[in-house]
């Protein structure tokens, strides 16, 4: 793989938007002959509803029509994604197995995990970015915080009585409470839920108080005052909540940068990966699909193959050093 920057979501998003909406203007791209020769498995590796399967549901739509073949979508789901990442890797790497995934599966469970059937990194081919969804600072209206400064302070008074939720150990969620815990000096009480949805049910209920959680759980909430939105978590404010303050305006140097990824199994032709990546970037960014995962807090992106893997390469390198110092560890 060639080395190159790793892009910056601002850069992603925007200096590649008008490229692919130009894209979207132009035929689909001429077809390898022997490509693809049957039925495509779009593998998904968590249950059905969350944004990477709606995501994931909404392409494959468009590329069944321009490709010419079923695309079928397979969840397969466990251990924190490592069940359909490892089907994936294993499968051959003739372009009809694909993966659409999180980054917290190559960037962040090689860490967590004592062992892993698969290398994050080594054994896939990167496809391209597919999209940023905003990440979220929110807690119950009964806790007498606003900002971010008034939520540290709150925790200060209050060392080890202050609960947060998150769909389980290692989750993203976790790690960004671990994180901001351990930047703003605070001690919290840390809830695991099995999943997001008891978790952000329960947050909603005033059972537990903070929830650093997809906007795809929280934002519903907030709309009717059943949450309080406090920060994002990116390192810039995201373009769909542009009043909205990140976490590092408070404490500098805090990210949590969640996106997804296609990625096939290693060995794949470029000339596939070439022709899925530019498929991919042009369905991406037709105003259907981007304003439907709008609609749901998550910002479509496109990149090139080599750029996806240098994402790759530089999280699974900070979230590994990270979730160390954090001593975060998953059985």
């Known amino acids: 793989m060639t080395a190159c920057p790793t892009p910056t979501r601002r850069s992603v998003l925007a200096g590649l938007a008008g490229v692919a909406g130009a894209a979207g203007l132009a035929a689909a791209p001429a077809r390898a002959q022997t490509w693809p020769e049957r039925p495509i498995s779009l593998v998904v590796p968590f249950a059905p509803g969350g944004s990477t399967d709606i995501l994931a549901r ?39 197995t694909i993966l659409f995934n999180t980054m917290s599966v190559h960037t962040m469970n090689h860490a967590l995990f004592a062992s892993m059937p698969f290398d994050g990194v ?28 008034e939520l540290i302070a709150y925790a200060k008074a209050n060392p080890g009585k202050v609960t947060y939720a998150s769909a389980g150990y290692g989750s993203t969620n976790h790690l960004s409470a671990a994180l901001f815990e351990k930047m703003a000096g605070v001690e919290m009480l840390h809830v695991p839920y099995r999943g997001g949805a008891p978790a952000v049910v329960d947050t909603v209920a005033g059972q537990t108080q903070v929830f650093f959680t997809a906007g795809t759980q929280s934002l519903e909430h907030v709309k009717v005052g059943k949450l309080r939105l406090l920060a994002v978590t990116e390192a810039r404010r995201s373009a769909l909540l542009p009043d909205v303050p990140t976490v590092a305006e408070t404490l500098p140097g805090y ?3 969640v996106w997804y990824g296609a990625y096939g199994p290693a060995g794949m032709s470029s000339s596939v990966v070439s022709q899925l990546n530019a498929e991919l970037g042009r369905i991406l960014f037709l105003p259907d699909v981007r304003k439907r995962m709008e609609d749901l807090a998550v910002e479509v992106a496109r990149s090139t193959p080599d750029e996806l893997g240098a994402m790759t390469v530089a999280d699974a390198d900070k979230w590994g050093r990270t979730i160390r110092e954090l001593g975060i560890k998953l059985q």
């Open 58 to 96: 909404i392409v494959s739509d468009h590329l069944r029509q321009s490709l010419g073949q079923p695309v079928v979508i397979e969840n397969r789901t466990g251990a924190s994604g490592n069940v359909g990442a490892a089907f994936v890797a294993r499968a051959a790497p003739d372009g009809h």
């Open 255 to 257: 990210e949590m940068s």
């Open 122 to 149: 080594k054994d896939f081919a990167p496809i391209g970015l597919l999209a940023y969804v905003t990440n979220t600072v929110v807690v119950h209206p009964s806790v007498p915080a606003t900002t971010i400064p």
